[in-house]
């Protein structure tokens, strides 16, 4: 539609004449409107509601408003309240900000529930802030977000985006619906990319997971356990010391990188390119040396880090797996027949260089650190993944004692050893902890 493609001409420049836009609008009927696709829909709604406080004729303003309330009624699209969504936005930044001064680690908004906060791994309710609304939450959406992000979220009834607040900070926002009402879990992205020292990555784990070489490196860890922050101390280590091309596809876009000596380039799933086989098509033709995919959660996952891999470009991805052994299990599981999956076990075993899994744990002096544990894929490690000999895999890790291979078992054990933690906090945050208490029968701690 050439009033559709005019409209995105003009609010692409840099000084918007809010008249110019109003006019574009005031030429077209409620058919025009209805004709649209839902996500320039929701753009038009948008542009209306940007100009509603501006110096434009209000007569006019209602008149364009009133055709987008009736294609609404018609089709059932939803209704951005204009005159109470100011409001609520402020409330919103005003919480995003609390969330960055006091550290949450996760904000939970739910439609009319007091806001919910984790901070130190615990819940607490936010007593003093606003109650939201189910129209609060969806105008908030529609209104910080990009006009994709908001129509796949009502599309497929989830999804999650990324937002950036002058002067405050940016956060991974990912909004779902919970018994037909719309909910938010938020977290702050940090705006400084740590070094892996800082972190306390292994120097084995960081000679591993070294590109140019190809190869396959997974970090792995449950929900809120760092990954994110482990893959980007990575990716900018080697965005200053390796004279390399990076491509990076993620959902969505977290930290933020610029050129050292690599060259970067940072791609978002919808909104820079419409699925993860064009992305991983895109690093081929490119030329990338190494290929970021930010998670691993389906079959044609596993085959876009597998082919690329195998193409001869270095592969980083995450799994949400508790230990190195689970996650292999997850991606064995991806494969419906016996068949498949000894073809895959045995592509695994030449693709993988090294998995590494890592859980945060509560620090004595405040917040938190992590425990990883790595496996390196030598040729012992080899042999059982392609034979899916995994339950020995985990003795195995044990019992290493090749530089590059630790278990969780071993690291907690020098962390009591130490005097950093207790017995009893063991319990919460190793993985098998019953297997891994059995084997301190009769050990006496001196730390």
């Known amino acids: 539609m050439h009033w559709m493609q005019n409209l995105k001409e003009q609010m692409r420049k840099k000084v918007k004449n809010p008249k110019d836009l109003l006019a574009i609008l005031l030429q077209q009927e409620v058919a025009d409107f209805q004709k649209l696709s839902e996500v320039d829909f929701i753009s038009v709604k948008q542009v209306c509601q940007k100009i509603s406080s501006t110096s434009v004729n209000k007569s006019d303003w209602e008149l364009v408003a009133a055709r987008l309330r009736e294609v609404e009624t018609r089709s059932g699209k939803r209704k951005i309240h204009y005159s109470s969504k100011r409001n609520a936005e402020m409330i919103f930044f005003s919480i995003l900000r609390r969330a960055k001064e006091e550290n949450y680690e996760v904000l939970h908004i739910k439609a009319g529930q007091k806001p919910v906060a984790r901070q130190s791994g615990e819940l607490k309710e936010l007593a003093s802030e606003a109650i939201y609304d189910e129209s609060d939450i969806l105008d908030l959406l529609a209104e910080i977000l990009n006009t994709e992000f908001y129509a796949r979220f009502l599309k497929q009834r989830h999804a999650s985006g990324s937002l950036s607040i002058p002067g405050l900070s940016r956060f991974k926002i990912n909004a779902f619906f919970e018994r037909r009402k719309p909910c938010l879990g938020i977290r702050q992205i940090p705006e400084i990319i740590p070094k892996p020292q800082e972190i306390e990555l292994f120097p084995a784990f960081m000679n591993l997971a070294a590109p140019p070489k190809s190869g396959l490196v997974l970090i792995c860890g449950l929900a809120i356990s760092g990954k994110s922050t482990t893959c980007a101390a990575l990716l900018e280590e080697w965005n200053k010391t390796q004279a390399c091309r990076i491509l990076c596809l993620e959902d969505p876009i977290e930290f933020l990188f610029s050129d050292k000596q690599a060259n970067i380039v940072q791609r978002e799933l919808y909104s820079d390119v419409h699925s993860k086989e064009k992305g991983a098509q895109q690093a081929i033709i490119d030329g990338a040396d190494v290929f970021f995919l930010s998670s691993i959660d389906s079959r044609g996952d596993l085959d876009i880090a597998l082919n690329l891999s195998e193409s001869g470009i270095f592969v980083v991805s995450t799994i949400q797996a508790e230990t190195c052994q689970s996650a292999i299990e997850f991606l064995t599981s991806l494969l419906p027949s016996q068949i498949e999956r000894a073809t895959y076990q045995n592509r695994l075993s030449q693709s993988l260089k090294v998995i590494m899994s890592q859980v945060l744990v509560p620090s004595r002096t405040g917040g938190k650190f992590a425990v990883r544990e790595v496996l390196k894929m030598d040729s012992g490690a080899r042999t059982l993944v392609r034979d899916n000999n995994l ?22 054990m020098r962390l009591l050893e130490e005097g950093i933690i207790e017995l009893s906090e063991v319990v919460d945050w190793i993985p098998d902890h019953q297997t891994f208490l059995s084997r301190l029968q009769g050990y006496n701690f001196t730390g």
Do not use: N
């Not at 044990?398 to 078992?409: K, P």
């Open 391 to 412: 339950i020995a895999l985990q003795s195995y890790m044990h019992q290493a004692a090749e530089e590059g291979t630790i278990s969780y078992h071993r690291q907690f």
